[in-house]
């Protein structure tokens, strides 16, 4: 049984979760996710470009080879204007370096929190980045909330492993300029802004030191030539309009930005309806970035002052000539000719006949392939384990020149394979009859290629990821004709995101993943690389490569993944990418079930078992539980058919004491292989579809409660807001009302109304309603209010005077002291008496958006704030209004449930409890 225990990996509690912030915010991110991975299906997005607008964009960027990497904090720190200016306008390749992936903030679409949201503001930011033409990295920190200086994030990021964490992106990158959208000093506003300014300067020196950081680790050593911040300096035209995209590059940012919709960025693209309204003075940058940049360090041009520059590349040889002079002697003829195939390709872009470029984009592209064969990769020769011997006359590594090429052939290639599709007419499309593969199956696939041109085009070569090496028939593909081609693939794997699955401190694991950004089921070591140093956009399961013989040139294009295609009723025609999975998956609802302690327990647990096989399934399911419960409903084997999904509900039955306890469900086959997770979808119509892996395990948290006999809530959606469930699992009545249709209920029917988090700021609706919320007050009936953004305009909500600072006030250090200022408040007392070990255990912070100015008529029972500052009543805030009660919390209780800490549920039963009298013990 211990063994069948250890395989769910249950994730280990901390002895003493004081013992530091990792223990925490660990044990936080686990319970919200119980060890769950991550897989993201790819779509054909809506930003993709495609025709004229295509063809632009690749062929002019066959002639700019230019760098640019931004660095900041989170999703939705970008400055979109400046990488839609960039990429988009000036064809240089931009990427942006998002130190996390945003896991501790807030969600206004939904209810995922920690690393789901992560994964959800994984997949905006490269919707954003489809937008405005950038790429996208990531550092392995992970988001534990907000931060209120350097020194504290310190204390959950080790400096030098974010730092190399930077470094590796740099070196991977290799960009001639970096730009950091924070400043590195106090007045950034927010620690990780602080940190993610601090990491970008020390990186932009520390990334060509082998010393501190060793090339087999961190990559081949890169010195960026110049350092930007914002500031007075060189100004980017923003507003500038693109005639073939059809938009000014601050209307692109604005839509890019709009991406970030769990942040409640939706409406943003209605800014760059009005003219100028994206820009700042003159329609030059605004409140997405753009304006100006000021040069804060350089290698090169350092005669000329920062005001006096003219371009950020300004001392930088951006011309193809000096890819040529970094070239092996015997290909710089190749390359040469490149450069003038690339110039003649511009100046004879023709979008209504787009074929004629076709011969001359081939030759580009077979030109550069060669020379890209000639050269290797400079990324793999020190990341080696162990390292290999070098290829015969190329040096054991690369020096500066040597980088640049190898990353300029790179970006080259890549819009050369988009330029000759596009000029060629060639539309391919890589169909798979299935989502997902079980391990060890095959499946057909149907590779289908239509020639929308004007010259007949030769297919030499067709090859899917997992598909055959050898047999293929050439054929000619003639004008205005198709063809299909079917070939049979297997061994894919499944589709986790490499960050999730094990920590250490606030950053997720060390990895390495293959050079390519292909998954695969096993890789040669000598070819993988850390994980930070593949570019989000690149990771794919899959990729079609197709040979095409055009005017009688050879040339490899990426034709993208095997894709299943499906119609969802509400989103459309969806592409989602073929990955493999387990045969049999299992999975409950929730991985947090909370319990009343000391009473009997009777609850049905449904478990959804699923098989993705094509063959018949049957196996042995163990359950572990605690000895205080009995288990029944399970059956001891069972068989699927192929692809069959059922649902077992297992019931438990007995009673708990106070603490936390592990259950779970493990399948176990005939040849002894076990089984223990499974996977549920996070859909939303702006973003590729996710699916989250989770093990097949659950926590038990039993805690001490009373709950009024004649308690019910009505509970008010907020954002990111699950509490409802979790109320219901400890006894309370509650029922969820959608704020749209408040207005459809009779209150009257309920004790206790709560409004949860930020309802306000995500609901319109709601604020039409407050005064009739003070009204249910003011009759009898008890109303919570939880935090939000937007109070000081909604005065009708408050029955006296509260306001908010500008920038309102918070408790971010978890064990923060809480001192009790009226001891005998219902708030602490009725029906649960809250003592000092409530307080214990909370997770990622205390409170949020705290009050700054609070009437004398409100009762404050506690205080508390950060240390070094200073006192705040505002955490919890109650007043009798008319014949009820109103009570407002600026506590963070929706991290606290879903994180298991029995204090939060005790005290949110007091603050539903509030106008409702008398108590009683719950009854069985």
């Given at each position: 049984m211990r063994a069948i225990r250890t395989f769910l990996r249950m994730p280990d509690l901390p002895l003493n979760p004081l013992d530091s912030?990792?223990?925490?915010?660990?044990?936080?991110?686990?319970?919200?996710?119980?060890?769950?991975?991550?897989?993201?299906?790819?779509?054909?997005?809506?930003?993709?470009?495609?025709?004229?607008?295509?063809?632009?964009?690749?062929?002019?960027?066959?002639?700019?080879?230019?760098?640019?990497?931004?660095?900041?904090?989170?999703?939705?720190?970008?400055?979109?204007?400046?990488?839609?200016?960039?990429?988009?306008?000036?064809?240089?390749?931009?990427?942006?370096?998002?130190?996390?992936?945003?896991?501790?903030?807030?969600?206004?679409?939904?209810?995922?929190?920690?690393?789901?949201?992560?994964?959800?503001?994984?997949?905006?930011?490269?919707?954003?980045?489809?937008?405005?033409?950038?790429?996208?990295?990531?550092?392995?920190?992970?988001?534990?909330?907000?931060?209120?200086?350097?020194?504290?994030?310190?204390?959950?990021?080790?400096?030098?492993?974010?730092?190399?964490?930077?470094?590796?992106?740099?070196?991977?990158?290799?960009?001639?300029?970096?730009?950091?959208?924070?400043?590195?000093?106090?007045?950034?506003?927010?620690?990780?802004?602080?940190?993610?300014?601090?990491?970008?300067?020390?990186?932009?020196?520390?990334?060509?030191?082998?010393?501190?950081?060793?090339?087999?680790?961190?990559?081949?050593?890169?010195?960026?030539?110049?350092?930007?911040?914002?500031?007075?300096?060189?100004?980017?035209?923003?507003?500038?309009?693109?005639?073939?995209?059809?938009?000014?590059?601050?209307?692109?940012?604005?839509?890019?930005?709009?991406?970030?919709?769990?942040?409640?960025?939706?409406?943003?693209?209605?800014?760059?309806?009005?003219?100028?309204?994206?820009?700042?003075?003159?329609?030059?940058?605004?409140?997405?970035?753009?304006?100006?940049?000021?040069?804060?360090?350089?290698?090169?041009?350092?005669?000329?002052?920062?005001?006096?520059?003219?371009?950020?590349?300004?001392?930088?040889?951006?011309?193809?000539?000096?890819?040529?002079?970094?070239?092996?002697?015997?290909?710089?003829?190749?390359?040469?000719?490149?450069?003038?195939?690339?110039?003649?390709?511009?100046?004879?872009?023709?979008?209504?006949?787009?074929?004629?470029?076709?011969?001359?984009?081939?030759?580009?592209?077979?030109?550069?392939?060669?020379?890209?064969?000639?050269?290797?990769?400079?990324?793999?020769?020190?990341?080696?384990?162990?390292?290999?011997?070098?290829?015969?006359?190329?040096?054991?590594?690369?020096?500066?020149?040597?980088?640049?090429?190898?990353?300029?052939?790179?970006?080259?290639?890549?819009?050369?394979?988009?330029?000759?599709?596009?000029?060629?007419?060639?539309?391919?499309?890589?169909?798979?009859p299935t989502e997902l593969l079980a391990f060890g199956d095959s499946v057909p696939v149907t590779i289908t290629m239509v020639n929308h041109g004007r010259d007949a085009v030769t297919v030499r070569d067709v090859r899917a990821t997992g598909g055959p090496r050898t047999g293929f028939h050439e054929f000619t593909l003639k004008p205005d004709s198709g063809a299909a081609v079917t070939q049979t693939v297997i061994g894919y794997p499944d589709l986790r995101s490499w960050w999730l699955g094990g920590t250490r401190e606030a950053l997720f694991e060390y990895r390495r993943s293959p050079a390519d950004g292909i998954?695969?089921?096993?890789?040669?070591?000598?070819?993988?690389?850390?994980?930070?140093?593949?570019?989000?956009?690149?990771?794919?399961?899959?990729?079609?490569?197709?040979?095409?013989?055009?005017?009688?040139?050879?040339?490899?294009?990426?034709?993208?993944?095997?894709?299943?295609?499906?119609?969802?009723?509400?989103?459309?025609?969806?592409?989602?990418?073929?990955?493999?999975?387990p045969p049999v998956t299992l999975e409950f609802d929730r991985n947090l079930e909370w319990m009343p302690a000391g009473k009997p327990i009777d609850r049905m647990l449904r478990l959804t078992v699923k098989s993705f096989s094509d063959s018949e399934q049957t196996f042995a399911l163990v359950v572990v539980a605690p000895r205080e419960l009995r288990v029944d409903s399970v059956p001891p084997s069972v068989t699927l058919g192929p692809r069959e999904r059922r649902e077992i509900f297992v019931r438990l039955r007995g009673s708990l004491k106070s603490g936390r306890y592990e259950f779970g469900a493990v399948g176990q086959f005939e040849s002894g292989a076990k089984f223990a997770e499974g996977f549920s979808s996070i859909i939303y119509p702006h973003i590729r579809p996710i699916y989250r892996y989770r093990t097949s395990g659950v926590y038990l948290q039993a805690v001490d409660v009373t709950v009024p006999q004649r308690l019910t809530v009505a509970y008010v959606q907020g954002v990111g807001d699950d509490n409802a469930v979790y109320l219901r699992q400890l006894g309370v009545p509650v029922t969820v009302i959608d704020p749209a249709t408040i207005a459809q209920w009779d209150l009257s029917r309920f004790t206790t109304v709560v409004i949860g988090t930020r309802a306000f700021d995500a609901s319109s609706d709601l604020v039409a309603y407050a005064p009739r919320l003070m009204d249910y007050a003011k009759n009898g009936g008890t109303l919570v209010l939880q935090y939000g953004q937007t109070f000081n305009s909604i005065p009708a909500l408050f029955p006296f005077p509260m306001s908010w600072q500008q920038r309102a006030e918070r408790v971010t250090v978890e064990e923060a002291p809480v001192t009790v200022l009226k001891p005998t408040s219902k708030l602490l007392t009725t029906p649960n008496r809250i003592g000092d070990d409530d307080w214990k255990d909370w997770v990622q912070e205390r409170s949020l958006y705290m009050p700054s100015a609070i009437d004398p008529r409100y009762e404050t029972p506690i205080e508390m704030h950060d240390p070094d500052e200073n006192e705040n009543k505002g955490a919890l805030v109650m007043a009798p209004v008319g014949k009820g009660m109103f009570v407002f919390t600026s506590l963070s209780l929706f991290r606290q449930l879903p994180g298991a800490v029995p204090g939060s549920a005790r005290l949110f039963v007091n603050l539903l409890s509030a106008g409702v009298s008398p108590t009683v013990r719950l009854t069985p």
């Open positions: 912030v990792r223990s925490r915010i660990l044990t936080h991110r686990r319970l919200a996710a119980a060890a769950f991975c991550v897989i993201v299906a790819s779509q054909t997005a809506s930003a993709q470009l495609i025709g004229a607008a295509e063809l632009d964009q690749a062929v002019r960027g066959l002639t700019v080879t230019a760098r640019v990497l931004v660095i900041a904090a989170h999703p939705d720190d970008e400055d979109t204007q400046t990488i839609a200016y960039l990429a988009r306008g000036k064809h240089v390749e931009t990427a942006y370096l998002s130190l996390t992936r945003g896991d501790g903030g807030q969600n206004l679409i939904g209810n995922e929190l920690g690393e789901s949201l992560g994964a959800i503001r994984t997949e905006e930011l490269l919707a954003a980045r489809r937008v405005d033409g950038g790429r996208q990295y990531f550092t392995r920190a992970y988001d534990f909330g907000f931060s209120k200086n350097a020194d504290e994030t310190a204390n959950h990021w080790p400096r030098d492993s974010i730092l190399g964490d930077a470094v590796t992106v740099i070196r991977a990158f290799r960009p001639h300029v970096i730009y950091s959208v924070w400043s590195g000093t106090p007045a950034d506003g927010h620690g990780h802004h602080e940190t993610a300014g601090i990491v970008a300067r020390e990186a932009f020196e520390a990334a060509g030191d082998t010393v501190r950081f060793p090339a087999f680790r961190y990559g081949e050593p890169w010195e960026p030539l110049k350092f930007y911040r914002r500031g007075p300096g060189v100004s980017l035209d923003v507003n500038a309009y693109d005639p073939v995209l059809g938009r000014t590059f601050a209307a692109i940012a604005a839509e890019s930005r709009s991406q970030h919709r769990s942040q409640g960025f939706a409406g943003v693209a209605l800014r760059s309806i009005v003219p100028g309204a994206a820009g700042g003075r003159g329609g030059r940058g605004g409140p997405f970035g753009g304006g100006s940049l000021m040069r804060v360090a350089t290698r090169v041009n350092g005669n000329v002052a920062p005001a006096d520059e003219r371009s950020i590349f300004d001392g930088i040889d951006t011309s193809f000539n000096r890819l040529v002079l970094a070239a092996p002697e015997q290909l710089r003829v190749d390359l040469a000719g490149a450069a003038i195939k690339a110039d003649s390709a511009v100046a004879a872009l023709d979008f209504r006949e787009p074929w004629r470029l076709a011969p001359v984009i081939a030759r580009l592209t077979a030109a550069v392939q060669h020379v890209r064969s000639q050269v290797p990769a400079c990324v793999l020769r020190n990341q080696r384990t162990p390292p290999r011997t070098q290829v015969a006359g190329m040096p054991a590594t690369c020096n500066q020149a040597e980088l640049d090429l190898d990353a300029s052939l790179s970006t080259i290639e890549r819009r050369a394979g988009r330029a000759l599709l596009a000029s060629t007419g060639i539309n391919i499309e890589a169909i798979a998954a695969r089921v096993s890789a040669n070591s000598a070819d993988l690389v850390s994980a930070v140093a593949i570019s989000e956009e690149e990771r794919r399961m899959s990729e079609v490569r197709v040979t095409l013989e055009v005017a009688g040139v050879s040339a490899v294009v990426n034709a993208g993944p095997l894709v299943y295609r499906t119609a969802d009723p509400l989103l459309g025609v969806q592409d989602r990418p073929l990955g493999g999975v």
